[in-house]
């Protein structure tokens, strides 16, 4: 497995520019439900699509440790390395 | 000092800018007194209700009604404790017996209430070391219990077998037991589970199958037993889970199965153990509701040609409501500003619908959710529809005449 840390978060950030909503300024230290102003439920929608992408599942108790975009990354590439 | 109240202050603030948009507050709406199962009397005024979950009408079911006048007469009015520390009565288990005999299955649990049967059913039975699937849609009750139990949740897109099956496939997991959760009829949107798909997905993972039939109960397949009768998938559904609290019109809730160890769950189901039985009046009624269900299954399909009514009468008016008839209907606008001042003007001209607003939707868009019940009559849901059309022209809301 090549992911890294810091090519997922990129990656994570590519997919929230795809969102108009989403301010343009934002980086790996970003919290996504405080400034992406992201709900539960948008943060549960947003995880499956970078899911697709990465051909990953993060089970959902993960997430409630989860609050930057870098924290996202490393849960995703630990999985990843697991799998 | 922090206040523990500081979190609500978001919520205050949405509910206070609902509340100036339409002049009432909608999630306190109160039912003055039923009529009828159709008609209650809502700030003074006859309202028709298409807002219950009451679909085959029998909150109000005579038989019903006597059996539990005459089970309070004569057993009293509670249990005052739980099944497992305080005693089960004979009511409880000839329930249990009548529910599992209903779905030709082994066993029944019979639970407080469906929220109870949900969050009791998934706690015991995935642990730690197991993985749930749920629908992304799940109701509430399957996402709690999916936490109490501290299984690992995994999460599919709605109604999609192949979603499911690729997130199967993905997880290299062979020494877990893994439970999909799908529900038969979705609460909010009236969609319907493909259940054979899921069946033969379970069947080739060898995952277990549970399905909550809460709005399906009652109202699909030829005997009332939900969507996994209706798509031919029983054989392949290891739980099926639900309600009392809407086709049969009391409270309650259970779980059927023929897995021998259901018995076992019992003393491992946190939900079933500690809290209070229910009383014999709501045992006895129940029991002669599926009596009446059984009895009348010309309440389904009056209830069918009641939904797909109501259905065809949104498409002709331009409304964008659900594709599949079921007897959810909602009605999708397109932003929170339409909704309100809608549901106001609905209720206004008598009546009673659901407001759904984001992010308790699916997808992001404000939904008025109508439910139908058997006992609505074709002349009630002819004024219904011409109450929609006159509230839509006054708040503006843009109808697309349907090509038809
Ligand atoms: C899908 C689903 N499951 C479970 C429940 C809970 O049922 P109860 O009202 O009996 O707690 C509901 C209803 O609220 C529901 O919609």
Same mark, same amino acid.
């Given at each position: 497995?090549?992911?890294?840390?810091?090519?997922?978060?990129?990656?994570?950030?590519?997919?929230?520019?795809?969102?108009?909503? !989403? $301010?343009? +300024?934002?980086?790996?230290?970003?919290?996504?439900?405080? /400034? &992406? *102003?992201?709900?539960?439920?948008?943060?549960? @929608?947003?995880?499956?699509?970078?899911?697709?992408?990465?051909?990953?599942? !993060? $089970?959902? +108790?993960?997430?409630?440790?989860?609050?930057?975009?870098? /924290? &996202? *990354?490393?849960?995703?590439?630990?999985?990843? @390395?697991?799998? | 000092?922090?206040?523990?109240?500081?979190?609500?202050?978001?919520?205050?603030?949405?509910?206070?800018?609902?509340?100036?948009?339409?002049?009432?507050?909608?999630?306190?709406?109160?039912?003055?007194?039923?009529?009828?199962?159709?008609?209650?009397?809502?700030?003074?005024?006859?309202?028709?209700?298409?807002?219950?979950?009451?679909?085959?009408?029998?909150?109000?079911?005579?038989?019903?009604?006597?059996?539990?006048?005459?089970?309070?007469?004569?057993?009293?009015?509670?249990?005052?404790?739980?099944?497992?520390?305080?005693?089960?009565?004979?009511?409880?288990?000839?329930?249990?017996?009548?529910?599992?005999?209903?779905?030709?299955?082994?066993?029944?649990?019979?639970?407080?209430?469906?929220?109870?049967?949900?969050?009791?059913?998934?706690?015991?039975?995935?642990?730690?070391?197991?993985?749930?699937?749920?629908?992304?849609?799940?109701?509430?009750?399957?996402?709690?219990?999916?936490?109490?139990?501290?299984?690992?949740?995994?999460?599919?897109?709605?109604?999609?077998?192949?979603?499911?099956?690729?997130?199967?496939?993905?997880?290299?997991?062979?020494?877990?037991?893994?439970?999909?959760?799908?529900?038969?009829?979705?609460?909010?949107?009236?969609?319907?589970?493909?259940?054979?798909?899921?069946?033969?997905?379970?069947?080739?993972?060898?995952?277990?199958?549970?399905?909550?039939?809460?709005?399906?109960?009652?109202?699909?397949?030829?005997?009332?037993?939900?969507?996994?009768?209706?798509?031919?998938?029983?054989?392949?559904?290891?739980?099926?889970?639900?309600?009392?609290?809407?086709?049969?019109?009391?409270?309650?809730?259970?779980?059927?199965?023929?897995?021998?160890?259901?018995?076992?769950?019992?003393?491992?189901?946190?939900?079933?153990?500690?809290?209070?039985?229910?009383?014999?009046?709501?045992?006895?009624?129940?029991?002669?509701?599926?009596?009446?269900?059984?009895?009348?299954?010309?309440?389904?399909?009056?209830?069918?040609?009641?939904?797909?009514?109501?259905?065809?009468?949104?498409?002709?008016?331009?409304?964008?409501?659900?594709?599949?008839?079921?007897?959810?209907?909602?009605?999708?606008?397109?932003?929170?500003?339409?909704?309100?001042?809608?549901?106001?003007?609905?209720?206004?001209?008598?009546?009673?619908?659901?407001?759904?607003?984001?992010?308790?939707?699916?997808?992001?868009?404000?939904?008025?959710?109508?439910?139908?019940?058997?006992?609505?009559?074709?002349?009630?849901?002819?004024?219904?529809?011409?109450?929609?059309?006159?509230?839509?022209?006054?708040?503006?809301?843009?109808?697309?005449?349907?090509?038809?």
């Amino acid at each position: 497995m090549s992911e890294t840390v810091e090519s997922v978060s990129a990656l994570i950030i590519q997919k929230l520019l795809a969102n108009p909503k !989403v $301010p343009r +300024d934002i980086d790996g230290n970003c919290k996504i439900m405080e /400034d &992406l *102003a992201f709900d539960s439920l948008a943060v549960m @929608n947003f995880v499956m699509e970078v899911e697709d992408s990465l051909d990953v599942s !993060v $089970p959902l +108790d993960k997430l409630a440790d989860i609050r930057t975009i870098n /924290d &996202l *990354a490393a849960c995703i590439v630990d999985l990843k @390395n697991k799998g | 000092m922090t206040s523990l109240f500081s979190k609500f202050e978001g919520l205050a603030g949405a509910l206070g800018s609902i509340v100036t948009a339409g002049g009432r507050n909608p999630f306190a709406v109160v039912i003055e007194k039923p009529l009828s199962s159709t008609v209650g009397i809502i700030e003074g005024r006859e309202t028709l209700l298409f807002g219950t979950n009451n679909y085959l009408g029998l909150s109000q079911s005579k038989r019903a009604i006597e059996a539990a006048q005459a089970a309070a007469a004569t057993y009293g009015v509670g249990t005052t404790g739980s099944r497992i520390a305080n005693g089960t009565q004979s009511l409880h288990r000839r329930l249990e017996r009548q529910i599992a005999d209903f779905f030709k299955r082994r066993d029944a649990m019979v639970f407080s209430t469906g929220y109870q049967a949900n969050l009791g059913m998934i706690s015991a039975l995935a642990g730690k070391d197991d993985y749930l699937f749920l629908d992304a849609d799940s109701h509430a009750s399957i996402y709690d219990g999916s936490r109490l139990g501290n299984a690992q949740i995994i999460r599919f897109r709605h109604n999609s077998p192949d979603d499911l099956y690729k997130r199967l496939k993905r997880l290299d997991a062979p020494n877990s037991a893994k439970l999909i959760v799908v529900e038969g009829i979705y609460s909010m949107t009236g969609n319907v589970a493909p259940m054979a798909e899921f069946a033969a997905i379970k069947r080739e993972t060898g995952a277990y199958l549970m399905v909550d039939e809460a709005h399906s109960f009652g109202v699909l397949g030829e005997n009332g037993r939900g969507a996994a009768e209706a798509e031919g998938a029983e054989a392949d559904v290891d739980f099926i889970v639900g309600t009392f609290s809407k086709s049969l019109g009391t409270v309650g809730g259970y779980c059927v199965s023929d897995h021998p160890e259901l018995e076992l769950v019992r003393l491992n189901c946190r939900p079933y153990m500690f809290t209070a039985s229910l009383p014999p009046e709501v045992i006895a009624a129940t029991g002669a509701a599926l009596e009446d269900m059984v009895a009348h299954p010309e309440l389904r399909q009056q209830l069918m040609a009641n939904a797909a009514q109501l259905h065809k009468g949104f498409m002709d008016l331009g409304l964008n409501a659900s594709t599949r008839v079921s007897p959810v209907i909602a009605v999708t606008l397109e932003t929170v500003e339409q909704a309100i001042p809608m549901w106001n003007r609905l209720l206004e001209l008598g009546v009673y619908v659901n407001l759904s607003l984001p992010p308790a939707t699916p997808d992001s868009r404000p939904l008025l959710r109508c439910s139908v019940m058997a006992t609505h009559t074709p002349a009630q849901i002819e004024q219904t529809l011409a109450i929609f059309h006159q509230a839509a022209v006054d708040c503006g809301i843009p109808m697309q005449a349907n090509a038809a």
